[in-house]
Nanobody, 119 residues
Framework: VQLVESGGGLVQAGGSLRLSCAASAFNLDYFAIGWFRQAPGKEREGVSC??????????YYSDSVKGRFTISRDNAKNTVYLEMISLKPEDTGVYYCSTVCTVDAVLKWGRGTQVTVSS
């Protein structure tokens, strides 16, 4: 099970980015997808999660991103997105996605995508 994260970059505070989590070898529809991040010098943390396409479509956001980040699926593209607006310097970090919603449940991390928000 391999996911590929993309879409990171360098933006100014208040800017926006859209991250993508894609899979080529399996259908993401069947999995809940979680987004995580690791800021410099800090532990990895959960940011957002969306249930699989066959359940209630529920979503979760950490308090630090609620109201600014939106997780969504494009089943036709087999991709899960994390739309991030009103970015803050504290959002800086490497962002990862996985087929689980909690950090402790992740067996293997991908390369992630770097997000840097300048003040």
């Amino acid at each position: 099970v391999q996911l590929v994260e993309s879409g990171g970059g360098l933006v100014q505070a208040g800017g926006s980015l859209r991250l993508s989590c894609a899979a080529s070898a399996f259908n993401l529809d069947y999995f809940a997808i979680g987004w995580f991040r690791q800021a410099p010098g800090k532990e990895r943390e959960g940011v957002s999660c969306i249930s699989n396409s066959y359940s209630d479509g529920s979503t979760y956001y950490s308090d630090s991103v609620k109201g600014r980040f939106t997780i969504s699926r494009d089943n036709a593209k087999n991709t899960v997105y994390l739309e991030m607006i009103s970015l803050k310097p504290e959002d800086t970090g490497v962002y990862y996605c996985s087929t689980v919603c909690t950090v402790d449940a992740v067996l293997k991390w991908g390369r992630g995508t770097q997000v840097t928000v300048s003040s």
